[in-house]
Structure formats: structure tokens, C-alpha cells
Nanobody, 115 residues
Framework: QVQLVESGGGLVQPGGSLNLSCKVF????????RAWYRQAPGKERELVAR???????DYADSVKGRFTITRDTADNTMHLQMNSLKPEDTAIYYC?????????WGQGSQVTVSS
């Protein structure tokens, strides 16, 4: 059974940093896409960042230059380093993995940016 377990969310002041981690358990299929999404209250879930097997990355315009997505295939983990956080980054963040046949989501991590 595939499980994505997230860690690292929390409360941070504007301008601060957080690092989200997502460890994948039970994955035996080839992963085609790893990504982070977020959903703010009253808003649609949106793509924040994604990374391909070739380590090509894409970012939402709102986080470019502030967030960095990385992956460690040896450890089956992915990370989202978030710097210069703003109140509008407040949301629940979800890691996401897609294979040829299926897609999987993490449980969600609350990130709150507030003074």
C-alpha cells in the first residue's frame, strides 16, 4: 500500500522559512511526476512546484525565487524549501506523486504565515 507521509509544517512569521518533507512508502512503480500543491481557505487547490525524473522543475509564478523543490530517490523523499514566506502562502500543503497507472496524495501539512 502506497503512503505519502508529510512533515515540517507549522507557524512562521512573515519573511521566515520552512522546509516540508514527504516520504513515500510502498512505491514499486516508476514515478513520473513529484509535486507539491496547496489549498488556501475558500480557494481551489493549486500547483506550487513539480519536479520530473530528469530533475526539471516548474514553479507557480507566486513562489518563483522563494521556493525550491528537490527529491532524493535513494531515500524516496521530496522536499519543499520555502523562504521569504508571506501571509498569502498560508495554506494546507500536499505532496503528490503520479505513476503511469495512479496518483497519490500526502495527508496535508498546515503552513501558517502570521505575525
Amino acid at each position: 500500500q502506497v503512503q505519502l507521509v508529510e512533515s515540517g509544517g507549522g507557524l512562521v512569521q512573515p519573511g521566515g522559512s520552512l522546509n516540508l518533507s514527504c516520504k513515500v512508502f510502498g512505491m514499486f512503480s516508476r514515478v513520473s511526476v513529484r509535486a507539491w500543491y496547496r489549498q488556501a481557505p475558500g480557494k481551489e487547490r493549486e500547483l506550487v512546484a513539480r519536479i520530473s525524473n530528469g530533475k526539471n522543475t516548474d514553479y507557480a509564478d507566486s513562489v518563483k525565487g522563494r521556493f525550491t523543490i528537490t527529491r532524493d530517490t535513494a531515500d524516496n523523499t521530496m522536499h519543499l524549501q520555502m523562504n521569504s514566506l508571506k501571509p498569502e502562502d498560508t495554506a494546507i500543503y500536499y505532496c503528490y506523486v503520479r505513476t503511469v497507472m495512479d496518483q497519490f496524495w500526502g495527508q496535508g501539512s498546515q503552513v501558517t504565515v502570521s505575525s
